[in-house]
């Protein structure tokens, strides 16, 4: 009677280890996927500090915008006369010689 080749033993356990190798290989690069550095979950952190950025960005165009305008009201040649009053007002807490200044009476303290 012909006798079993014991490569066959050897051969399966040859193949479970090749099948565990390539399972935990595959583990190893989906968690990379998934939380590695250059993975899924950090390009969405990027992409809402993306927005957030952007939005940042936009509002400070606004008030650029604004200041630019605001320079060029107080050009040195011809200032814009309500602009130069609106700064002594507001800035400067000048009043014109025609308002009607109303002080409160301060609250007692006790």
């Known amino acids: 009677m012909l ?14 280890l090749v099948l565990l190798l390539c399972l935990g290989l595959t583990a190893y690069f989906a968690h ?18 993306e927005s957030a950025l952007q939005f940042q960005l936009e509002s400070l165009e606004t008030v650029r915008s604004k200041l630019e305008r605001d320079v ?3 050009r040195p040649d011809l200032p814009d006369p309500d ?7 507001e800035v400067l807490g000048f009043a014109h010689p ?4 109303v002080a409160e009476k301060p609250h007692d303290v006790r």
Request: glycine share 4%.
């Open 83 to 89: 602009f130069v009053e609106e700064i002594a007002r």
């Open 98 to 101: 025609r308002d009607s200044i």
């Open 32 to 49: 990379h996927t998934l939380k590695g550095r250059h993975g899924l979950e950090a390009r969405e952190r990027l992409l809402e500090r």
């Open 3 to 16: 006798r079993q080749p014991s490569y066959d033993r050897r051969s399966k356990l040859r193949q479970a």
């Open 72 to 74: 060029a009201l107080l």
